[in-house]
């Protein structure tokens, strides 16, 4: 009986929530997406980007993926465009783009 | 797992003396549970001492946690029974008002921890001996409430206490409670029962979902906005209601193992009575005595003895008080509510009967207040005032205090 | 022995008063009782005066309450006779059992009036006669057995060096003190009742009265 | 772990234990900081993690959206410690009853801010430490109540305006400066204690981290972690703030393994307090002209801790 929260919404009735608002589940803010809180958004410059990697670890929302010891593209859907990894980057390959849109 | 319809391996009596704070640590003996954080507070230290030796010795291999406070030791039996440990603590008076916060999180993250109350006053004035008020004070935090008259009751609600906390129709904490000194450390016969068929009885501890569940996480303790927190609430709620049935079903289950039968309460000689006394806890042994005097006397009089205090009983009770047919009922309080007008009985038994449309004159008494004694001489005066109220010629007095200095 | 005994304990904290109490339930259940023993509760510490009680039937006990008509009452410490009123609702027909080297005569007005009867056992000699020590509640214990006739001298010694046995598994070679200390309490307990029940006729109400007023 | 063993690269291939999707405020650096110590628990150790309540807590699990990969409880505000302890003594006596496989290995990671740290939780964080359970409390330490509004607490620096020490006409701000809690675990001789914040390849505190989980016993890290909001900085100037409380020796970066303590890293040239403190609009009326001796109040204050620090390290 693991939680699928797809099910869970605030129209469900009490007897269909889980037995002392318990999770049974990790991970489950996935679906929840902070992106929409975004005004200001980041963009990479594949040519800039060096991989150094520093940008990674100073995003407060994992919001920088890194597989085969490079990094993917920003998750736009979670990221809330605080600009944190702009100032982390020595190159100048990331910069704060105004809207909500890459 | 429901297990009312398992078949219960009966169990030989033994007959011992011992007083209670020792029949439920011999209850835990029994149950040898895995975790129990405790701090020590007068009249219940006794308890956490004597589990602390049972382990010392090697008779049982609980994980005694010595907590610095009551409050972390609620907080840790939380954390314990949360990550699937079968966790139990032991308290009175003081120590359970500064677990408050957590009796009722305990409750709310359905947890099945057992906690053995020894009843004591609350300050102030600071003083160790045996009222309600602490027990009373936690009546609305979610716990289920089971109070014992005697040794032998704290030993029996003891070893029913998990069974009925863990079932899944309930999954909420319970507190089992004696009156401090009066009972805990009076020196009284008991019947014990053998290791195996308790063992047996009370089972093992399996939940389904836990902190400690390899490769399933579980999220406990959330921030609920209100969209989800009020039926939450109604959630816990109907499993305190469904909570009475799995009483009834456990004493069942333990009656055919010990032979000893329980309910919500005991109704003694109250078929014919006119005049009944509500008490709950030691003073209802002294009740019984003096009813017994009474009736020798010729009086008709009667005592409902509650047992399970939450969930409250309350249609059960008024079927009961109406099926006695008596005219005046005195019910008493060993707490005060400080609300003007009752005490916690003293207000919810009326409202019950008067739900159930049971009209039945009733007089509120507070008796027993930070240990004031409680005599057979003071039943008998009761008595006597509760039939000049049934016959009119005196007015019900206003929740009256019992050996009061006036 | 009556349907029920009610017995109440006098002495001083840290004494043994409540052992003592504890100790007779313990001898009286195994000899088939229904017990109660228990101590009235309070923040006392070492030396300050404690009661502790004791209900011993044949028939289950129900009462939670104190005893205040006791139909004997024990006094562990003689010191407290002038602060403690120990007779307060003992019975005219039960008795008081002193630890004194003094007489039943000589303690009599020190006790408010009791007409009753009046028992001295010397717990303190017996003790450091037979332990080496001063522990009067061993003595006093016998003393109350002999008294209130709850079981036979043989049952009540037979259970107590059983509950010796167990108790001084470590070190036996006590028992026997111990148990010396049972008998010659006993004895002088039984000795006690005999003159008693001799005096008794011979008491007048002048001497009583005599006896009220130099109290 | 060998500090040479650290690789950037490696640490950031790891999957993610904290979720996107939670509700803290952008710019956040509490969860730049859980996120570090969780990549310091090696692959396959599973954990359970404990939270006082506070804004990681409202805002990671908000039901039923949990950001935890982990097994997680929140109990209350001032007992994660009691609430963790509880948690390890379990796997205890499940372990030992044999209710646990052998190879199910879990690692008891604790948080909590200031308030429930240094503050209200301060009673259950000493037991739980001085009872020496296997566990790690981590404090995220951001000088205030933030989660109630910036109240100040007892983490909170001398002269910062908060909501209860509020800057005004006859008021400087706080008056009292800093509870040095790293230092009073320490006293209670835990085997582990350590004192970082974010740094740019985060070497330093994804070693403490890991050495505190993996130290048998009670472990405290202290973790210094900026809140754009309370402290009134640019919130993309983060990593650049902590550098400067490190540089001026305002957040010394130390650690106390076994009773021995160790500075990790000594500034070659200590900049001046003002660097820290200009930045941030809780100090902005330090620099109005008259306040100089209140900066240099600060200053003595941060040099003599800076020294007694030395000495102990100095002295072992």
Known sequence: ?102 | MSKKKENVMKSKSIPERMSGNEAVSYAIRQVNPDVMPAFPITPSTEIPQMVSTFIANGEIDTEFIPVESEHSAMSAAIGAEAAGARTMTATSSAGLALMWEELLLAASNRLPIALTLVNRTLSGPININCDHSDGMGARDTGWIQIYAENNQEAYDNYIQAFPIAEDPRVHLPIMICQDGFITSHAVENIELLEDEPVKAFVGEYEPEEFLLNPGKPVAVGPYSVSAYAMEAKKAQEAAMERAGEVILEVAERFAQMSGRSYGFFEEYRTEDAEYLMVIMGSAAGTAKAAVDILREEGHKVGVLKLRVFRPFPEKEIAEAIKRSGCKAVAIMDRCESYNGCSGPLGSEIPAGLYRNKVMVDTVNYIYGLAGRDFTVDHVREIFAELKEVAQGEKEAPNHKYIGLRE | MKNTVEIRWHGRGGQGAKTAALLLADVAFKTGCCVQGFPEYGPERMGAPITAFNRISEDKIRVHSNIYDPDYVVVVDETLLHSVHVTDGLKEDGAIIVNTAKSAEEIRPLLRGYEGRVLTVDARHISEKTLGKNFPNTPMLAATAAVTGIMSRENFLKEMEASFAHKFAKKPEVIKGNMAALEMAYDKAEIEMAREAGSSEKKSGASSKEMKRSA | MKANDYSLKTMMEKPERLAPGHRMCAGCGATIGVRAVLRALHEGDQAVIGNATGCLEVSSYMYPYSAWQDSYIHNAFENAGATLSGVETAYKALKKRGKLADKDNFKFITFGGDGGTYDIGFQSLSGAMERGHDMVYVCYDNGAYMNTGIQRSSATPMFADTTTTPAGKVSNGKIQYRKDLSAIIAEHYVPYVAQTTLTRDFKDLHRKAETAIYTEGAAFLNMMTPCPRGWRYDMSEIMEICRLAVETCYWPLFEVVEGKWILNYEPKNKLPIEDFLKPQGRFKHLFKPGNEELIELFQKEVDKRWEDLQYRCARG
């Open chain 1, 1 to 102: 009986m693991r939680t699928d929260i797809t099910k869970i919404n605030e129209r469900s009735p009490y007897t269909d929530l889980t037995e002392g608002l318990q999770l049974y589940a990790g991970g489950t803010s996935r679906l929840f997406k902070t992106g929409e809180w975004r005004t200001n958004t980041p963009v990479l410059d594949q040519d800039k980007c060096r991989q150094c990697l520093l940008c990674a670890p100073v995003c407060p929302d994992s919001c920088i993926p890194v597989q085969g010891g490079k990094r993917l593209d920003f998750d736009y859907d979670h990221c809330k465009g605080c600009g944190i990894c702009v100032k982390a980057c020595p190159f100048g390959a990331i910069t704060m783009k105004e809207g909500i849109e890459a």
